[in-house]
């Protein structure tokens, strides 16, 4: 079958979604947010369902940010990216971000990142915000080197972590 073919098709059935890397497409910003939305939504769940007390910690902590891929990956046609929500829960302000692969990692290591981080503190949330996230290795152990955050890695690896850079997505917010 023709790739012009398979691409039609795709967009006649809905399932390409509106964020292709071309400069030449305009972004879809409210389709784009309601599926981070609804990945941040599918993350959730997932780690209330596997891990005991993470709902708790959730609802009490001064905020959280949920990193997922959104899109689709149709092999030689890809709209496929990982971004992410920071959730501030006293007011309920979401900011958009996304997620850039670091030096040396392939877009598709970082795409398929899926991380929750909990804020315990408006100091933690303040220093996310602010400056991001810093890792220095990509061992095991960096899952605890965010003080007064708790890290839930859904899928990736804590290299895939340590590797990516998140901006946020000016357009987004």
């Known amino acids: 079958m023709k790739l012009s073919t398979i691409i039609l098709m ?3 059935l809905g399932l ?5 890397s071309s400069p030449d497409i305009k972004r879809d910003v409210q389709l784009e947010q309601k599926a981070l939305q609804d990945a941040r939504l ?15 910690l959730l609802e009490s902590a001064s905020g959280y940010a ?12 890809s ?3 990982t971004g992410g929500i920071l959730r501030l829960n006293r ?14 990692e392939e877009a598709s290591a970082a ?14 949330f303040n220093r996310f915000e602010a400056d991001g ?8 152990s960096v899952l605890t080197e965010m003080p007064e955050t708790t890290i839930y890695l859904l899928s990736g690896t804590p290299a895939s972590l340590v590797e990516a850079a998140i901006a946020p997505d000016v357009e987004l917010n």
């Open 10 to 12: 795709s967009m006649l």
């Open 16 to 20: 390409v979604a509106p964020v292709m």
């Open 42 to 56: 599918k993350a959730l769940r997932k780690v209330f369902r596997e891990q005991p007390g993470s709902q708790q």
């Open 66 to 77: 949920v990193f997922a891929p959104v899109g689709l990956d149709l092999g030689l046609v």
């Open 79 to 81: 709209s496929r990216r």
């Open 91 to 104: 007011s309920g302000r979401d900011t958009y971000y996304t997620l850039l692969p670091g030096p040396g």
């Open 111 to 124: 795409a398929g990142l899926v991380a929750i981080m909990v804020f315990q503190s408006d100091d933690a």
């Open 133 to 140: 996230w810093t890792f220095s290795s990509p061992q095991e």
